[in-house]
């Protein structure tokens, strides 16, 4: 198995509307690891998330992009999915008039490349992950996010990524908005496509989530850049304590 | 500049989809063709004795050809590309054959063959209950089920209709679209040929659908179908027509009339699949009336064609009557479809339904024109209108029309429009999860017109997300 790591963010630049919001992000995920980015309000984390990803209102200016090793910053968003990327999306888009059954086949369909297999056993997988994201099976013939609830869209972004398997998840505030039970059933989703063999990149404002799904690093991101990195123990500390002794060092750095 | 080589490189492969499908010709030899270009009295008449009609039609087809020539265009529409036809450039009749077949064997090589490709023989077999086959004026084909005909259904051809049935066209005849009631109806009354006649007697119920196929295929070609459908007390009909026309440089014309009357309790539903080439006017006038508590529905796709000016009318005559119109339009690069809606409540607790929705890509321009209008005895009644338009790209347009005129007490109107935009944020989405661009904005669209594909025939579904799909190849990013 290859050493590098799946995905490896070397000084990474984004503008938005022409204003720089990630300044210079560094960073490597190696398999089987959970990282937690965390961070105030308009920090830079869901740039970063969406930059990843190949959000075409995000322009990367400068710095690199690797997953196992590929350079993706020349991929469009098709191709960055397909080398094995996923963005669960903060607010994800309704798609009136198309069923969550045939949006999945379709998805599936370009992952497998023509692996008969899955294919035909697209149906079994399909209803196993609405079982597992404790889903009514009536959701198969309702129409991609449309009307469906804050915590129903959260937990079919979760779907999605559990019928794609990605190598690399960027889990954009999967856990705002959401109640306890429902955190509690995503949180299990993230858990079992969680192994060996790929890696996760939890953006979130709230320590909660980390409750649940424990992350191996954690980061804090403030305006546009890594502040800090660590263990487990950084969120602990957060909870405590806010971003505020942060902000203080920020601004006496400044 | 080169983003408008690309743009014409995609028109370009757009065209070459349309022409290997559905926009390839035969070559153009017939029975009978005009001698000339153009319409006058003398063609009228020629037509007319062709046709060994009776001295009312012939009278009615002259008197409507003198309201042609003293109508003006219509100032609404796109007046500009209606001003571009060229009448005088237009052959008005055309007699592919002698003899209208029976089997698809007495049918010439060639046309049958045109018509196998575009698929009419193997629905018949699959899914039809009677296939009326038009090419240029004529009905070249027609069959109908055994079962229907002992029952005393008639489904002929509007010209044999005239011959077979006289009493009962006189009856009806232009009695809800006059000859006087637009520059084309009035255009259609003179030069009038082939089309459908079809009764259904008190109490018969068509369980599978009647189909007619119209086809041009000469160049500059003008094809006047002419249809009317009477459901008589308490029946019930499924009638679908489909259209196609090869790709020419120069333009043709399409001018229909049709008339439906609902007799008390009947039930008709007419589906129209049309599938012009992007050189074809294509100007309809569709009405229809329904008596007491009887039900009508217009399920209308419009795709291709240069300009289409298309309003399907429902007059609610009766009390308790229903009209129903759900209609889709797709605009593509070159193309108007200036489409839409009437209902006119006359009657007492009748209710209406209008959905229209337009897909605008690449240039095209879609119009939703509307018209609900309450009459002060049409008391209780309901109405619910909701237009939707969806723009692929910044060079697309989307315009919405809607009239109503409300003149009577108790009446429940509710009204939705909405205009929206692809957004980048829902392409991402889809691209996202591996998608190509292409896959997310055919899934987007299909999407959208879903309600209206819900409602057609399985084989007809299939074949518009075909023809839209052809629409969308190609397509630049």
Redesign the interface.
């Known amino acids: 198995m290859s050493t590098q790591p799946l995905l490896k963010i070397n000084d990474l630049h984004v503008e938005v509307a022409g204003i720089e919001v990630v300044k210079g992000v560094s960073l490597e995920l190696n398999r089987g690891e959970v990282h937690a980015i965390m961070g105030p309000n308009g920090s830079g984390k869901s740039s970063l998330a969406n930059a990843i990803?190949?959000?075409?209102?995000y322009t990367i200016t400068s710095g690199e992009v690797f997953v196992d090793g590929e350079d993706i910053l020349e991929m469009?968003?098709?191709e960055?999915?397909?080398a094995g990327?996923?963005?669960a999306?903060q607010y994800?888009?309704a798609?009136?008039?198309?069923t969550v059954t045939?949006?999945m086949r379709?998805?599936v369909k370009?992952?497998v490349k023509g692996d008969e297999q899955i294919l035909r056993r697209f149906r079994k997988d399909l209803k196993a992950k609405f079982e597992l994201l404790e889903m009514d099976p009536s959701f198969s013939t309702r129409?991609?996010n449309d009307g469906f609830s804050g915590g129903e869209k959260k937990r079919f972004e979760i779907l999605?990524m559990a019928m794609?398997n990605p190598k690399v998840a960027i889990l954009d505030e999967t856990d705002s908005g959401l109640d306890i039970d429902a955190l509690k059933v995503v949180s299990k989703g993230i858990n079992k496509v969680q192994s060996e063999e790929n890696t996760f990149l939890l953006v979130t404002h709230y320590q909660r989530i980390l409750n649940y799904v424990k992350p191996d690093f954690v980061h804090v991101m403030m305006d546009g850049r890594i502040k800090q990195s660590g263990g487990p123990e950084l969120a602990h500390k957060l909870e405590e304590l806010g971003y505020d002794w942060l902000k203080s060092e920020v601004q006496a750095e400044a | 500049m080169p983003q408008v080589k690309e743009k014409n490189q995609a028109i370009e492969s757009l065209a070459d989809d349309y022409r290997s499908k559905y926009g390839f010709h035969d070559p153009e030899e017939y029975f009978h063709k005009t001698p000339r270009r153009g319409v006058s009295h003398e063609v009228v008449e020629m037509i007319s004795q062709m046709k060994n009609e009776p001295d009312w039609m012939r009278a009615f087809r002259h008197k409507a050809l003198d309201t042609f020539f003293s109508k003006p265009m219509p100032k609404w529409g796109n007046s500009k590309v209606l001003g571009e036809i060229d009448f005088d450039n237009i052959f008005y009749y055309i007699k592919p054959t002698e003899f209208q077949g029976k089997t698809w064997e007495e049918v010439p090589d060639k046309i049958k063959n045109t018509f196998d490709r575009l698929g009419v023989p193997e629905a018949e077999r699959k899914f039809l209950a009677g296939v009326s086959a038009q090419y240029e004026s004529e009905v070249v084909y027609h069959s109908i089920h055994k079962e229907l005909t002992d029952q005393g259904v008639i489904f002929l051809d509007m010209d044999s209709g005239l011959r077979e049935y006289p009493e009962i066209v006189k009856k009806y005849f232009a009695t809800i679209i006059p000859a006087a009631d637009n520059k084309f109806s009035a255009l259609n009354s003179a030069v009038w040929s082939g089309g459908s006649f079809i009764y259904i007697p008190p109490g018969v119920d068509v369980k599978i659908p009647l189909q007619a196929y119209f086809r041009i295929n000469a160049q500059n070609m003008g094809q006047f179908e002419r249809t009317l459908i009477i459901a008589d007390k308490g029946s019930r009909v499924h009638y679908i027509e489909g259209c196609t026309a090869p790709m020419y440089s120069s333009d043709s014309l399409h001018s229909a009339v049709v008339e439906l009357i609902g007799l008390e309790d009947s039930y008709i539903r007419y589906t129209t699949i049309q599938n012009w080439s992007n050189n074809v006017y294509n100007l309809v006038t569709k009405r229809a009336t329904a008596h007491k508590n009887a039900t009508v529905e217009w399920v209308d796709g419009n795709i291709g064609s240069k300009l289409t000016m298309k309003y399907p009318c429902i007059n609610l005559v009766g009390e308790g009557a229903k009209g129903e119109i759900l209609s889709v339009a797709f605009a593509n690069t070159g193309q108007h479809q200036d489409a839409g809606a009437k209902v006119i409540h006359v009657a007492p607790n009748t209710s209406s339904r209008i959905t229209s929705k337009s897909v605008s890509r690449a240039g095209g321009r879609a119009s939703y024109r509307g018209l609900v209008k309450t009459y002060p005895s049409a008391k209780n009644c309901k109405i619910n209108v909701e237009c939707d338009a969806l723009l692929m790209d910044g060079a697309s347009r989307s315009d919405t029309y809607p009239t109503m005129e409300i003149d009577s007490d108790n009446v429940r109107v509710e009204h939705e429009a909405s205009v929206s935009k692809v957004?980048?944020?829902?392409i991402?989405?889809?691209?996202?999860?591996?998608?190509?661009?292409d896959?997310a904005r055919l899934?987007?669209i299909?999407?959208?017109?879903?309600?209206f594909v819900k409602e057609l025939p399985m084989e007809y579904a299939i074949e518009l997300n075909r023809l839209i799909e052809l629409e969308m190849e190609g397509s630049v990013g």
Do not use: C, K, W
């Open positions: 990803a190949g959000h075409p209102s469009d968003p098709t960055r999915s397909l990327i996923f963005l999306f994800p888009m798609v009136p008039g198309v045939g949006f379709s998805a370009a992952h129409y991609v999605q794609l | 957004a980048e944020e829902q991402f989405y889809l691209t996202s999860r591996g998608l190509s661009e896959e899934l987007i299909n999407g959208f017109i879903n309600p």
